[in-house]
């Protein structure tokens, strides 16, 4: 008898929409122009939920004058402030793009720091309110990298936010992009950082996947592939990384929260990039056909998710 083919695995997509329900709610609310529908969905969430919620509105295009008009009906709304801000940081990186600084124009810089000067205002008088606002102190952070405020700004930004919150992922992990060498930092305080918030955290908490991303950022910097394979096979490296997952998304602890899509797909591309198949396998079985931009658009995106995925069921066994 001949063997039935396997069946087709998924394509995978990375649209927020297929892992959040509430995604789909807020993009049609936001389609509409229904700013107390908006409103609802944003408030009473959260730390996490919000944050992510944030950016979601921030990757609609063509929502600024609306996002404009409810934050001048009512200034002193923390939802209003904190969407129109991180509305107005993505589309000043839509206009920088990301590619590296020699690579962007003049003009392209100029409207860039236009978009992060108006949101840095608003986001101002947001924190100020409410001080204990997880997603706008995140907001502010990202915002401290475009304005090259400096790593010590970036640090005082979170550790404000940290007297409220001091397991917030979502900040830490944009605090780690800030303390890495392409943001003027060292690698010794990004990995020191990466450890401090990883050793902070409770058993299955997110928060272990900043030494996932940590080692994805070194890995992305070496000059040559000899080097880069050299640092994957490092022992060291290998056993940090699954003492990381199993902090985290190998703990029975963890649980699918808002940003889990972000974690799972870090550790699934990290444990692949080590060659830890089995625990590769086991994240892409949680994930199914869901992934994120990032960290899969260092690895050619969809192409990359797939080929890695294809890799960890051959290798690790599909879980």
């Known amino acids: 008898m001949i063997p039935a083919m396997p069946a087709p695995l998924p394509a ?24 107390p529908a908006v409103r609802a969905m944003v408030a009473d969430r959260d730390p996490d939920a919000r944050t992510m919620l944030a950016g979601v509105v921030a990757d609609r295009p063509g929502i600024e004058a609306f996002l404009q008009r409810a934050y001048d009906d009512n200034p002193e709304d923390p939802h209003a402030g904190l969407l129109l ?11 920088r793009s990301s590619y590296r600084a020699q690579h962007v124009s003049r003009s392209q810089f100029a409207q860039f720091h236009e978009h ?28 401290n990298r475009g304005l090259q405020l400096g790593q010590a700004e970036a640090r005082r930004r979170y550790d404000r936010l940290a007297q409220h919150h001091p397991h917030h992922a979502p900040a830490q992990s944009s605090l780690l992009q800030q303390f890495c060498p392409k943001w003027s930092g060292t690698w010794d305080r990004a990995f020191g950082f990466a450890r401090e918030c990883t050793q902070a955290a ?96 260092y690895v050619d995106g969809v192409a990359g998710f797939t080929k890695y995925r294809a890799k960890a069921y051959a290798k690790g066994g599909q879980s």
Do not use: C
């Not at 929409?17 to 700013?35: C, I, S």
């Not at 924190?127 to 990202?142: E, F, G, L, S, V």
């Not at 950022?217 to 000899?226: I, K, N, P, S, V």
């Open 12 to 35: 995978p997509t990375f649209d927020a929409g297929a892992a959040y329900p509430e995604v789909k709610n807020l993009r049609t609310a936001l389609d509409a122009a229904d700013w």
């Open 85 to 95: 801000g991180a509305y107005l940081i993505r589309a000043g990186w839509r206009i």
């Open 116 to 143: 992060l000067r108006r949101s840095e205002r608003v986001l101002i008088d947001v924190t100020a309110r409410y001080p204990d606002d997880a997603a706008a102190w995140t907001q502010r952070i990202t915002n």
């Open 202 to 297: 409770p058993d299955g908490a997110h928060n272990a996947v900043l030494i996932a991303e940590a080692h994805l950022e070194r890995w992305l910097e070496f000059d040559t592939e000899r080097e880069s394979a050299a640092y994957l096979r490092d022992t060291a490296v290998v056993d940090e990384v699954m003492q990381a997952g199993q902090r985290s998304v190998l703990h029975p602890d963890f649980v699918d929260g808002p940003g889990w899509v972000s974690v799972r797909s870090a550790f699934a591309l990290i444990f692949s990039l080590t060659e830890q198949w089995t625990a590769a396998a086991s994240q892409f079985t949680a994930l199914g056909n869901r992934g994120t931009d990032y960290p899969w658009d």
